[in-house]
């Protein structure tokens, strides 16, 4: 392992600081449970690591869950078991509290961040898609300014977050989902707990009073390099009243916009129609308001 400088700042602005004067060498720590490997494992991506900050001295500050009106304040420290039991998340925004709960195993849903699961960028990240169907928004600390970014434009085309020099995200904002949206969140791991996503998929749709559909989002993980919204999907379901043969139609267009957008791999023989099964059954839980089995 490569020796690198541990520092434990005083403020926000010294974390900004010392991220700006190391740029693109130093980096953030938050839980921990990616980093720490990656650096026991010499992950090429800290070959010349010069200096690492710890945000532990601001637990307090950047673990809150707060209600702010129409939206939901979930700080950057909060670990996905804080953000699972939070009555405030169950109540409106519940897919995440889901998603949460599927976490790897209670050690690393004990440690892991929010924050660290939104700049690790990992297309197999539990939160992620719930985050991006409900269109997130990021509170971003910078050396000389504070900004807002939405989660969708966050990542390049890589799937690399979009971070200038001195910044690191603080905080992230959901909108409470309104009383005439329902969401789903489904998961296939390799064993039903303890397991890394294979694939999973997040829905939130939003009726009008006759039963019909006027948005929807449809956001699967663990597809491709970077996590999004699949919008064509989603048009299927636009203006129409979902059915079975509706579910299963669209579906079938998300794995086929899988394939379209990574091509045919090895692993697509057994993706492909996964993905089919799994998206019909995040649809179904959001249409019938069921209980998914992940």
């Known amino acids: 392992m490569k020796d690198f400088t541990f520092i434990k700042a005083q403020n926000l602005e010294e974390v900004s600081r010392v991220l700006f004067v190391h740029h693109p060498h130093a980096c953030i720590l938050a839980g921990g449970t990616d980093l720490l490997v990656q650096l026991h494992e010499k992950n090429r991506r800290w070959d010349e690591l010069e200096a690492v900050v710890d945000l532990h001295p601001f637990q307090a ?35 995440l509290s889901k998603a949460c709960s599927l976490v790897g195993s209670p050690q690393i849903r004990n440690m892991g961040t929010v924050g660290g699961a939104i700049c690790n960028a990992s297309p197999a990240s539990d939160p992620l898609p719930p ?4 269109d997130a928004e990021l509170l971003i600390h910078g050396y000389k300014c504070e900004r807002r970014m939405r989660l969708s434009d966050f990542y390049d085309d890589m799937g690399v977050p979009r ?16 009383p ?16 890394i996503s294979r694939l ?23 597809v491709g390099r970077r996590v999004k919204r699949y919008q064509r999907a989603e048009r299927l379901l636009c203006g129409q009243k979902p059915s079975r043969a509706l579910i299963s139609k669209t579906a079938a267009q ?41």
């Open 180 to 195: 005439s949206e329902r969401s789903s969140f489904v998961k296939l791991g390799r064993r039903r707990a303890l397991a």
């Open 254 to 294: 998300v794995s086929e916009q899988m394939l379209e957008e990574n091509g045919r791999r090895w692993s697509s023989a057994y993706k492909e129609p996964a993905l089919t099964v799994l998206a019909e059954r995040a649809l179904c839980a959001a249409v019938y308001d069921a209980e998914d089995q992940s």
């Open 61 to 95: 500050e950047l673990s809150r869950i707060e209600d702010v009106g129409n939206a939901l304040r979930i700080g950057a420290l909060c670990t996905h078991t804080m953000i699972e039991c939070s009555s405030l998340v169950r109540q409106y925004f519940p897919f």
């Open 131 to 134: 985050l991006l169907a409900g």
């Open 200 to 222: 999973s998929v997040a829905v939130v749709l939003d009726f009008q009073r006759d039963g019909s559909i006027q948005n929807a989002m449809i956001v699967p993980g663990c």
């Open 163 to 178: 971070l200038d020099a001195g910044e690191f995200v603080i905080a992230v904002e959901v909108r409470k989902l309104l």
